[in-house]
T-cell receptor, first 115, second 115 residues
Framework: AQKITQTQPGMFVQEKEAVTLDCTYD???????LFWYKQPSSGEMIFLIY??????QNATEGRYSLNFQKARKSANLVISASQLGDSAMYFC????????????FGSGTKLNVKP | DTGVSQDPRHKITKRGQNVTFRCDPI?????LYWYRQTLGQGPEFLTY????????KSRLLSDRFSAERPKGSFSTLEIQRTEQGDSAMYLC?????????????FGEGSRLTVL
């Protein structure tokens, strides 16, 4: 089974609007971490936001928030007030394992922000 | 610059040749990962080091692939007898196991083209 599933290959959003990128995960470990990374066309992977499995509140970092629904095993990324510079690939990732050393990535969602 | 650096950034080679990529992680990071990424896909795990010990290798890593991390500092990824299917971006990432979130810090990648 896929560890991380991103079902939206591509998304469009109008500038200044909010957008939600979907991510579901599969793990039997009680302790895990969830991440979102941004990959612009230049190729570098940029860390955006982190949610621990025991965190009670949804993580927020500026315009990014993570909608964590543990029972549904989903970790959707919400980008508020989209900007043209947000156009990029977005990857959901999960860290698990005995020493918290295994990272799995989804197949990504390509976000296009329209002016 | 104290980020993760990779060299070379681009490599074009003929099928059957050997190639070697180098990764210099962030100095205080004890974990180092190699991933492979093909166009439009998420990073696929190849191998992982804790200090100088290679603790895990993916089944994707055939016998033609070998990675080292002597002295727990920089790492090299060698591909012998390259095949056209090896064409991809090879990403190196590092992390510190005592960090609160333990996110991966990525280099800019080494793009391999096998003709």
């Amino acid at each position: 089974a896929q560890k991380i599933t991103q079902t939206q290959p591509g998304m469009f959003v109008q500038e200044k609007e909010a957008v939600t990128l979907d991510c579901t995960y599969d793990t039997s470990d009680p302790s895990y971490g969830l991440f979102w990374y941004k990959q612009p066309s230049s190729g570098e992977m940029i860390f955006l936001i982190y949610q621990g499995s025991y965190d009670q509140q949804n993580a927020t970092e500026g315009r990014y928030s993570l909608n964590f629904q543990k029972a549904r095993k989903s970790a959707n990324l919400v980008i508020s007030a989209s900007q043209l510079g947000d156009s990029a690939m977005y990857f959901c990732a999960m860290r698990e394992g005995e020493n918290f050393n295994k990272f799995y990535f989804g197949s990504g969602t390509k976000l296009n922000v329209k002016p | 610059d104290t980020g993760v650096s990779q060299d070379p950034r681009h490599k074009i080679t003929k099928r059957g040749q050997n190639v070697t990529f180098r990764c210099d992680p962030i100095s205080e990071h004890n974990r180092l990962y190699w991933y492979r990424q093909t166009l439009g896909q998420g990073p696929e795990f190849l191998t992982y080091f804790q200090n100088e010990a290679q603790l895990e290798k993916s089944r994707l890593l055939s016998d033609r692939f070998s990675a080292e991390r002597p002295k727990g500092s920089f790492s090299t990824l060698e591909i012998q007898r390259t095949e056209q299917g090896d064409s991809a971006m090879y990403l190196c990432a590092s992390s510190w196991d005592r960090a609160n979130t333990g996110e991966l810090f990525f280099g800019e990648g080494s793009r391999l083209t096998v003709l």
